[in-house]
């Protein structure tokens, strides 16, 4: 472990010594930079040169990304691991917490440092932010040599590492500063190509050096992946929703739609921390799989409140009424006051309207109180089963199918349930989303007895 964060130390100062050298080629407009420069010419000459100290400007920005995520990835594969070896009182869910030190760091970093480029040169924060990491790395290094509390020194030295990586924004903000608009489309995609090579090479410097005959259970790994898939789409279509359908159905503004799903999104944030602590206790007493298996149950029951019934309409939102035909179609559906420029209600466009009955205020309440409860658990358990499913062999790659499959439900669900909910209204897309829980139960249920850790699998423990 000493010698991969010695790897990773290596780079990033490399980085910035590279950080230093080039301070001369950002542009003074852009950084504010007070690195000595000679004036600018107008021949060739100087303008060439100019634009090759830009580029390798920004070149260094390339290789700082690359080295935050090979960084990342070095340390995020084997973290379980390393974890369980300095102390054997960290369980699987302070694991979650471990991971979550790191992106709050970086979420509280992050505003700090980009609001310190806009005022000062950026190669400050950027060789400040890439000391914090290296610092924090080596600090990770040797949590094992306290006697005590090894999990917290681990801890604390993830979350200074996410402060560290902060400089992300300060990276990318430079580039789109450093370019013109027709560069900067190739440059973010270079950068982004960056990143994923760091996310690729990474977990090949964690390989282990003994090697094993026992194989990992590959239905295993893409049942989780699948089941991944399924929570992560879920969750995405929840977010995705909840502002038109509290539009549509509660004839709420823009501003009033804003405002109270924030507070209902605040409060469910509060829930997902009780979640995850009695998700702590449930787990240790009846494990992982029943935790996992409840938590789809309860997200289906939360989509299940959600389905309309009853015999009250939505009101219909105001429109400018263009002839007679459709005040005599609209005639028996109920408008929606309205007293400013703006029109509330659910829109006439969608024909869904007139025919579907209102979701009413207390389901919506119980639905998200439920998702609330399912969804944290769901996720906890995804990441601790597929961890424990995998065991001490290399995880790289199999974190990146997890994160991908991820990925790929946070992108389909958006666009799955705005088109499913326009077209077809909220009866149909809440009912497909109930067939996919239903689903997960069903391959849970089919998988149960191979969901289980490496370890138990080989024999070496009981589960």
Known sequence: MCELLG??????????????????????????????????????????????????????????????????????TSLWPYLQKIDSSADASFLGWVVAAYSLGQMVASPIFGLWSNYRPRREP???????????????????????????????????????????????SYVAGATSLKERTNAMANM?????????????????SEETEETIDQVAVLT?????????????????IATPLTMDMFAWTRKEAVLYNGIIICCIGFESILVFLVVKVASQRVGDRPVFLAGLAI?????????PWGNHYPKIQWADVKNNSLISMMSGVTIAPNSSLEP????????????TPAIHLAQYISSDF?????????????????????GPKPQGVYMGWLTASGSGARTLGPVFVSHVYTLLGPRWAFSLICGMVAGAVVLLGSVYHRLIAFSVRHGRTVD
Request: proline share 3%.
């Open 126 to 172: 950027l060789v400040c932010s890439i000391f914090i990491n290296l610092s924090a790395n080596i600090y990770y290094a040797y949590v094992y040599l306290p006697t005590t509390n090894n999990k917290v020194h681990m801890l604390l030295s993830r979350a200074f590492v996410g402060f560290g990586a902060g400089n992300v924004a300060v990276v990318r």
């Open 192 to 208: 982004s190509a960056c990143q994923a090579l760091g996310f690729i090479l990474g977990p090949d410097r964690v390989d282990v």
């Open 224 to 240: 989780s992946n699948v089941l991944f898939f399924i929570v992560m789409f879920i969750f995405a279509v929840f977010e995705t």
């Open 7 to 76: 790897w990773k130390a290596s780079g990033l100062h490399e980085a910035s010594s590279l950080l230093f050298s080039s301070c001369h080629s950002e542009p003074e407009g852009l950084t504010g930079d007070t690195c000595s420069q000679s004036p600018l010419s107008i021949n060739d000459g100087s303008v060439e040169e100019d634009s090759s100290s830009r580029w390798r400007s920004i070149r260094v920005m390339y290789f700082t990304m690359f080295l935050s995520s090979v960084g990342f990835t070095i340390v995020i």
């Open 370 to 390: 439920l998702i609330g409860v399912g969804y944290p658990a769901c996720n906890v358990m995804s990441y601790t089963l597929y961890s424990k499913i995998l």
């Open 299 to 307: 997200i289906f029951s939360g989509f299940f409140v959600l389905l």
């Open 344 to 355: 509330t209600g659910c829109p006439y466009e969608q024909t869904w309207c007139q025919y």
